[in-house]
């Protein structure tokens, strides 16, 4: 047993004794050393009388060398110092701010449970089990009550309850303002040449406001060819007031929906369902959308500066649905379930976009705004609006009451009267693979159907054949130009002028030709 007690402390004693002891004690007796200072003037003094002038010299140099890597040294150990220091504060701060957060989730408990508690004393009042819903059908089908028939004032809550309960409260109160709508009587002999002038003039007249009629014939009949038009060009020329002014031709003020930069997705258009006041934030666009849903009235939509945030996040949705060919497909969900209290013309949570309502895109290029992408000009029809309409006397003109059935017939019988002529059709398909072969662009079936439906309009109204085509071809194949590198193009570019004045005549497709010159200049 004694041997065993002495090899454990003589063993012992070399580990940690002579081992760790020996490390440490060399270690402190090296820092002293680093910083014996009286040791450096010792040495300094004995070696001085045999240095001479250019030893001392270097003598002086390596005091200051060591006195720098002392400085050195220290400073290091400061700035560990300071480093753990502020690590150590971090630590604990980041310690209390959780426990903070952790004191306000428990509170945030409580103030829930407690509200739970008041929300079910307020059912027990109105009759009800806690969980049950005035609201919800009853197993037996009828709609549920909110309290026993003959309890008292069980009939003042529920007339409270019924009168002020709609999550869609303002689509509820179309519901009501138009339970007895009865439609106007409509003009149904008007033609679209005289609607052309007709409001060219009550424009002039009544809101002095004058535009050209080719701008309104390219207005009007970009009605029949998409539910999108986008009116472009420099400030002041009177983009939002040509569709504002429609409206009140027509007696159905336009709604304007002033885009802002936050907008991002649909919520912006249609509102939300706010599921702590169980009620959908309906914005003014919906509720228009609904009455039109009642009504047979050209209904307008400004999305004023539309492109000052992007079109294809907020708009993209719209731009899906009004590309399904079947009006029954043009549907919009706007919530998951369905209550006995919800407008009647919405179905399983759903409202079907209105067949007479356009949507009117005004848009400023400038350095504020965002570039609109081809996916959002392939789908709309883009008009140029860069000059002030000239004054001239107008006759004072009344307004127009006008139904979207007549528009659209008018528009079918010109399809068929102002049908786009075969000769037109294989020049244009000829266009299609000269441009295809030097350019790499090409015109796509939803531009050619465009046309289809916007020429013969655009005839209709008082226009020619090859003007319409000179527009569809400048505003929805030439602007594509834009994106290419015209550096690269230019010669390409003189090439195309020459194509056209060979196969359309030199006098006709004065806008496309006009476009490619100025594409030119800027190279």
Sequence with gaps: MGAIVKFMGDFLNQFVVKGFWGILKGIGLGIANIFNIPKYITIFKSYSSELGAGGIVLAILAIILVLAVLAGIIFLIVLLCKKYIRFRKTVVDQEELLNEVATLNREVIKLTLEKEKILAMKVSQLGLRPGESPYLEAPDGSAGEAAAEGEEGAADGDAALDEDYSRFYKLTQVDLELADYQPPVYNNDITLPEIVEM?????????????????????????????LIILQGISGTGKTSLPYSFGKFLQND????????????????????????????????????????????????????????????????????????????????????????????????????PENMWYIGTINNDDSTFAVTDKVYDRAIPIDINTKGKFFEAPWTDNLTLSYKHLEEMFRECKVKYKVSEESLRKLAE?????????????????????????????????????????????????????????????????????LNKHFGKSNMKESKEYLERLQKLI
């Design 254 to 353: 336009a709604t304007i929906a002033s885009v802002q930069p936050s907008w991002r997705d649909r919520t912006e258009l249609f509102g939300y369902f706010n599921e702590f006041t169980k009620r959908f934030n309906e914005t003014e666009v919906l509720k228009k959308m609904y009455e039109a849903t009642y009504k047979e009235d050209i209904f307008l939509t400004i999305l004023d500066e539309m492109n000052i945030a992007r079109v294809e996040y907020y708009f993209a949705e719209m731009l899906s649905i009004l590309e399904m060919p079947s009006r029954d497909e043009w549907v919009v969900s706007l919530v998951p379930s369905v209550w006995p209290t919800d407008p009647k013309h919405l179905f399983d949570g759903k409202l079907r976009l």
């Design 431 to 499: 266009l299609d693979d000269y441009v295809i072969e030097h350019f790499r662009l090409a015109f796509g079936n939803r531009i050619v159907k465009q046309l289809e439906d916007f020429v013969p309009a655009y005839v209709g109204c008082g226009g020619t054949e090859i003007d319409g085509l000179d527009f569809v071809l400048c505003h929805k194949i030439l602007r594509k130009f834009e994106a290419l590198n015209l550096s690269f193009i230019r010669d390409e570019i003189g090439g195309l002028i020459t194509y």
């Design 199 to 227: 409001y060219r003039n009550f424009a002039a007249s009544r809101m002095g406001l004058y535009y050209e009629p080719n701008t309104i014939r390219l207005f009007l009949a970009a009605f029949a060819s998409t539910r």
